[in-house]
């Protein structure tokens, strides 16, 4: 039986923006600096004690794919972060992979740089609206206790489009036919790997690994014959047949990508906890079969294992336009578009093993249209990254860090050019932003529209 507890307690207005960032990922923090650049009062308000979301807290490296021909799709801001990360030393040039420590202080470096006033160790629990069109104050929660912020225009980087919900707009959870979402992967970092008897072993066995770049090396389908038997042994509790790691910048360490949990929201207090639980106990489990079974793991250890689960899919904001497979498998352009992928649809299967990855066409990409930014249902708000408007389908490939950083500075850029003329975000001359984007180092490429039609 459950019950309802109603109070009432005054919370203070603890400052005034022109814009408003919730979410510290790459699209929240691409956001700021952008509308910070552009002039603007911004405020950023993340939940953990540093910045980059779901490539910090959750571990989630490297970057996944976005260059055509090794010209990069997403530019920018973006690329300025991470000039400096490889300056630092926290990446080499020719790898995607960067280290999380670094990044988490050029970050701060970054959005301090462009006049950004981070919150950190701060949750949004509410907004307040003028208006059923408008929201005007985010209600946050820290070690201060309750408070508000107030600010013309707010942008939505949770990721899971937290304040859409709680201004009640509409949006969508996971997939179309029963709402299952893609399965969440706690990311984690096993150090003291002699990684030349790790790549003689994997060469030894070619057939089950693919070798990216010279430095880099991804798992394919590794181990399937060790995994297959400790899985009739009931060692390995997890619904992967496989093991997946990819090589770092640190020559004896390996980041783990195989841990999944299924059947499970990333948008449920109790679910989350859960799996974060079992999370945990099936990354032991690969440790332990690595430790025993493969060359060059015998006196290797979990260094790491991320702050949090990480969690791929969750609510999807209606917007004025929503992105679909056929936009991303036919490579199609819009006159608003903002940025760029080329990403294949990859889905991991919210019920088991297994999933869908799908190439788009060879030396093709899709754009990322402005419109996918509004919420049908506001007019001063923007969003960014993951909680796009998107079907499940088109939002496994539009989720990945670069394009999700893209889209921040396409959504700062037009809440500070929207301050800047008095006008909602709906009204933002597409054709200026692109402008603004493209002076700025962004790569913006509306050359043709719908070419490749769907038959």
């Keep these: 039986m459950s019950s309802t507890i109603h109070y009432q307690k005054t919370i203070p207005v603890a400052g005034q923006f022109d814009v408003i960032v919730a979410g510290g990922g790459w699209a929240g923090i691409i956001a700021a600096c952008a509308a910070g650049r552009a002039g603007a009062k911004v405020l950023l308000v993340e939940r953990s004690g540093f910045l980059g979301g779901n490539g910090t807290a959750a571990l989630v490296g490297p970057f996944m794919s976005f260059h055509i021909k090794k010209q990069p799709l997403v530019s920018g801001i973006f690329q300025e972060v991470r000039d400096v990360v490889v300056a630092r030393e926290g990446a080499s040039g020719g790898s995607r992979g960067f280290d999380v420590e670094i990044l988490k202080d050029v970050l701060n470096e970054t959005i301090l740089k462009y006049g950004v006033t981070p919150l950190y160790q701060t949750s949004v629990i509410d907004v307040i609206k003028k208006d059923e069109r408008n929201i005007t104050s985010l209600v946050v929660h820290n070690k201060s206790g309750l408070s508000t912020y107030t600010a013309d225009y707010v942008i939505d980087a949770t990721g899971d489009a937290d304040l859409i919900h709680y201004g009640e707009g509409q949006y969508v959870v996971g997939r179309k036919e029963d709402g299952l979402t893609q399965a969440m992967t706690k990311m984690f970092k096993i150090a003291n790997v002699n990684i030349n008897e790790v790549l003689t072993f994997c060469r030894a066995n070619k057939e089950h690994f693919m070798f990216i770049e010279e430095d880099v090396l991804v798992s394919i389908a590794g181990f399937k014959d060790i995994v297959a038997d400790y899985k009739a042994k009931g060692l390995y509790p997890l619904p992967q047949d496989h093991v997946f790691f990819v090589t770092t910048n640190r020559r004896d360490e390996v980041l783990v990508n195989t841990t999944r949990v299924i059947l499970k929201s990333g948008i449920n207090g109790n679910d989350i906890t859960d799996a974060e639980i079992e999370s945990l106990s099936q990354a032991h489990a ?47 352009k819009f006159p608003d ?91 933002v001359d597409i054709g200026e932003l692109q402008q603004h984007l493209k002076e700025r180092g962004q790569i913006i490429k509306p050359d043709y529209v719908q070419r490749m039609e769907v038959s």
């Design 337 to 427: 578009a903002i940025t760029h992928c080329m990403y294949p649809i990859d889905i991991h299967n919210p019920k088991g093993e297994g999933g869908e990855l799908t190439n788009i066409p060879k030396g093709e990409y899709y754009d990322i249209p402005y419109r996918s930014l509004l919420p049908v249902d506001f007019d001063n708000v923007l969003v960014a990254g993951r909680c796009l408007s998107a079907t499940h389908s088109a939002h496994s490939s539009a989720r990945i860090q670069a394009t999700c950083a893209g889209m921040g500075e396409a959504a700062g850029a037009a809440a500070a050019l929207a301050k800047k003329y008095g006008v909602t975000t709906r009204e």
């Design 286 to 332: 690969i440790m332990n079969l690595l430790k025993q079974e493969v060359p060059g793991f015998q006196d290797a250890y979990i260094s790491t294992t991320a702050p949090q689960i990480g969690i791929r899919e969750t609510r999807r904001i209606v917007g004025d336009y929503v992105l679909t497979r056929e936009d991303v498998m036919y490579a199609r």
